[in-house]
């Protein structure tokens, strides 16, 4: 499948989807606090997106997913359901009752006039570990590192080596907390779809794709505290784990590649990087 370049209709289309998407986890981030459930949270985010937005919120029924909003907590690597009670997955915990020191990432998805908006950001509960809160700004800085490599001309390829190299610096600079990168899910194209090419991976690897002006796509690196290893609930046949139970954290934008750099369609209000980046 080739890759999709949009045309200045279809960018403003996303520019619009981008921030409603955006909106959403700004608005949510006071109701994220101990005690609260994930399907509270689904509950909220759901309201939000189709009375106030008039959107659609794109997991509800994606190849059968039951929920609005995923919802990944501590061990959970990504595409965790919401639900109104913890339980198992064999001796594997599904956090679902929010708790003093957890981290929760929240991914949102919406559909505005036909076009997508995508992107997730870390939540820290209550009082956070520093090897937690570490965790989280390694991966969020990862995001960041990588804005810096898009333009066109750039091979694709060079986004995931980017990461990785963020990712080894710290494990030589912390050797009490070495981190890896996810190998088993990746960013992606966007656009009328969920999800169009070009994969993004988020380590070294030799994807020769050259960027052009007006891709759009997600970069969204998970990182695990531990091991890269995951595992998937095979039970749900949604929810992935990390494979040796240690906690994970991921961070997305959805981006346009523009002239000389890239755009980022998702930036929320708390953010102190630019909207634009210029990096001819």
Known sequence: MSVKIKNA????????AGRLAAQVLEMIEPHV???VTTEELDKICHQYITEV???????LNYHGFPKSICTSINHIVCHGIPATQDSHFGQILRPAVLKDGDIMNIDITVIKDGYH????KMFLVGDVSPADKRLCLVAQECLYLSLKK??????????GTAIEKHIKTNNKNNPRLKFSIVRDYCGHGIGAEFHEEPQVVHYRNNDRTVLREGMIFTIEPMINAGKFGCRLDDEDNWTVYTADNKNSAQWEHTLLVTADGCEILTLR???TIPRIFHNA
């Open 9 to 16: 209709e279809e960018i403003e289309k996303m520019r619009v």
């Open 33 to 35: 606090k101990p005690g």
């Open 53 to 59: 937005q008039g959107a659609i919120p794109a997991p």
């Open 117 to 120: 908006g995508d992107t997730s």
């Open 150 to 159: 898009v333009k066109p001309g750039v091979q694709l390829g060079e986004i």
């Open 269 to 271: 209000e708390e953010e």
